[in-house]
């Protein structure tokens, strides 16, 4: 039996999957088990969805130290070129740029470990830092499109006559565009332009436009099964008793419902940077995202692709690296799904 | 039943409007946007400029502007800034390539989506399910352009058994036309044979619980009518209408990342392109092009919905 996710209090006790090989008396501690903690369990149990969220958790650990690595093994930067350098490798020397503009591949040793770009540059070490831009821009476009699609979600479903109409016409209207149009749109206006919010000004070259406009292009897809989850939950007796005793529309959103949907939220975060990831590449391919020379796995592989066949591991290495980072997420939130919420249904579009 | 049908296209047409609209201002917001840059060149003297801007019209208020294009849009005399090529005539021109990959990737992953659907429900737990779940994750967790570039380079530079790109019109030459799709229909079936294996195999094995499915079984008919008749008629409808959406999306151009990576010189490439170098016009058409295609299907879809369920038709 699934878990009931607008179950209203955390503190009552859930009954357990038939499979759950756990001790009564473990479960029946003080007062029972939470969801959460329920949850958690359940995840525990499944050693897949671990493993894969380590390898993603290894990986976002290898690309935060990016900077150790080009300083300490491979002496140099992510932009640094190298064209005319030579180097020896296990006592042979060769061009880290053939004079046909043939770049060297992988050597496996400290320098140009996955061997150099046309610019003669340190794959290795533009891999590493352009996990980090492409991670970071995953991570900052999810916290923007969860915040605006929670509170999106939150209002509508709450208040909503009026101001759910508008807003839903609102998500309906961006939703109506492919994602991967607007996105290059958006990108391609504003790495030209910037962003002026006024009090602050955002340059093109910026990580946060592609963070900011990933962000946002994703929002109508979590506010839609959301606002259907606030829309229920606003007429159960719990919210009645909470206004009975005095409690404001604020509160009541943030305080009283806000709880209930937090599973729903929770089962998006990894999805959603998995494909925030994804969707940063596709722009970066299409040159409206990450501007170079701030390399990112996108617009590595899309320099790469320009150079099939002659030096593949071009693709192959950014593109290897982006597919192991997007399996990890994409496996590990499946799990954190089954353990949360057997029942929903969470698509993201591409 | 008639009174849902205006209200839904009603709503249509405002939805296109409002995207018309959100377009044009996203082009004209950008500072170096400037279109006459676009027609004069860029080294073009202020004097032509001004010229330019007054003979198109850029000096006028900006919803008088809006108003002009989308004239001309219903024209059919809208052109491109850079090479003032009648954008409709390019849309036609680009229209076969889209639509042959469209169709043949729209059967190869409704397809397949299917048979990996029914396949991981039967066998749900066991191996093969286990493993063609691993199968859609790592197809969901692939970039586009990066399997499109994996074919590319196996198919064509390694084996050289298919052309590196590009179009072919099926009228010319039907073998070659084939040969050149057949890479692209399968790298965009990827993802969405993924999607809609999951999607399906979750909704089978809901069916399978319903009581109608142990009434069938308790009059004693065989698995397999169970499955077809009983379950796979319902677990199918959800899929078939992200089918509807998915296809509308790809025919306006969605497979822009497809498109470019072949070569296949599609509608979505051609959206790229202007985009890529400001042209509003062509942007403007193909935006509106896609979003009517998905609006009007997910009209359709919801009218089949209310048509099979009356209690949409009351709330809606």
Request: aromatic share 10%; proline share 6%; with cysteine.
């Amino acid at each position: 039996m699934a878990v009931d996710p607008t179950a209203p209090s955390p503190g009552v006790p859930v009954a357990l999957e038939p499979e759950a090989p756990l001790g009564v008396g473990e479960i029946q501690g003080e007062g029972g088990v939470g969801p959460y903690k329920l949850a958690l369990r359940r995840l525990r149990r499944n050693k897949t969805a671990l493993a894969f969220g380590a390898m993603f958790l290894v990986i976002v650990i290898m690309c935060l130290c990016a900077p150790l690595y080009a300083e300490h093994i491979a002496h140099t930067t992510p932009s640094a070129n190298h064209i005319t350098d030579k180097i020896t490798v296990r006592g042979e020397e060769r061009d880290v740029v053939s004079p046909e503009g043939v770049p060297t591949g992988p050597t496996w040793t400290g320098k140009f470990f996955f061997g150099a770009d046309t610019n003669g540059r340190d794959v290795a070490v533009r891999l590493l830092y352009g996990g980090r831009n492409s991670l970071e821009i995953g991570f900052v476009a999810t916290a923007i499109t969860v915040i605006l699609a929670t509170i999106v979600a939150l209002i509508s479903g709450y208040y909503r006559g009026f101001v759910d109409g508008a807003l839903s016409r609102f998500m309906d209207l961006i939703w109506a565009f492919p994602v991967v149009i607007l996105g290059v749109a958006l990108g391609t206006a504003l790495a030209l332009g910037g962003l002026d919010f006024g009090l602050f000004t955002v340059n093109g070259n910026s990580l946060l436009v592609p963070a900011l406009i990933i962000g946002v292009v994703y929002v109508p897809y979590m506010s839609k099964p959301l606002r259907g989850q606030v829309l229920g939950l606003r007429e159960k007796e719990f919210v009645e008793a909470s206004r009975a005793q005095g409690a404001g529309n604020l509160r009541i959103m943030f305080r009283e419902i806000l709880p209930n949907v937090a599973s729903s939220i929770i089962v998006f975060i990894p999805l959603m940077i998995a494909n925030a990831i994804l969707l940063e590449a596709a722009l970066s391919y299409l040159g409206a995202g990450v501007q170079p020379p701030n390399p990112s796995w996108g617009t590595m592989i899309g320099d790469g692709i320009r150079l099939i066949p002659s030096a593949m591991h071009l693709t192959l290495i950014p593109g290897g690296m982006l597919v192991l980072a997007v399996l990890g997420i994409n496996v590990f939130g499946d799990g954190v799904r089954d353990a949360l919420d057997p029942r929903a249904e969470v698509r993201i579009e591409h | 039943m008639a009174r849902f049908i205006v209200r839904r296209l009603i709503a249509m047409v405002a939805v296109l409007f409002a995207i018309s609209v959100l377009t044009f201002l996203i082009f004209q917001a950008i500072p170096n946007g400037d279109p006459t840059v676009r027609l004069g060149g860029r080294n073009s003297t202020p004097q032509t400029r001004e010229a330019i801007a007054k003979d198109w019209g850029f000096d006028k208020p900006i919803w008088q502007q809006y108003g002009i294009t989308m004239g001309k849009i219903f024209d059919g005399t809208v052109v491109s800034y850079q090479q003032q090529i009648n954008v409709e005539d390019e849309i036609k021109r680009d229209l076969p390539a889209t639509l042959s990959l469209a169709i043949g990737a729209g059967i190869i992953w409704l397809g397949f989506g299917i048979l990996f659907g029914v396949i991981s429900a039967v066998k749900a737990g066991k191996f093969t399910d286990t493993s063609l779940t691993v199968l859609s994750l790592i197809g969901v967790s692939t970039p586009v352009f990066l399997l499109g570039a994996l074919v590319l380079w196996l198919f064509a530079y390694k084996l050289t058994i298919l052309p590196a790109g590009g179009y072919v019109p099926l009228t010319e030459d039907p073998w070659g036309w084939f040969t050149h799709l057949i890479g692209p229909w399968f790298v965009l079936s990827v993802l969405f044979i993924g999607f809609y294996s999951r999607v399906l195999r979750g909704n089978i094995l809901d069916t399978i619980n319903e009581d109608y499915v142990r009434t069938a079984r308790a009059k004693g008919l065989s698995e397999r009518r169970i499955l077809i008749h009983h379950v796979l008629r319902n677990s199918l409808i959800p899929v078939v209408s992200l089918w509807g959406l998915d296809f509308a999306a790809v025919i306006g151009g969605g497979a822009i990342l497809t498109e470019s990576v072949f070569n296949l010189q599609g509608v979505g490439q051609y959206a790229a392109d202007s985009i890529q170098q400001l042209d509003v016009p062509p942007v403007l058409v193909i935006t509106m092009f896609t979003a009517f295609f998905v609006v009007l299907l997910s009209a359709v879809v919801d009218v089949i919905y209310a048509f099979l369920d009356p209690r949409i038709r009351l709330s809606g």
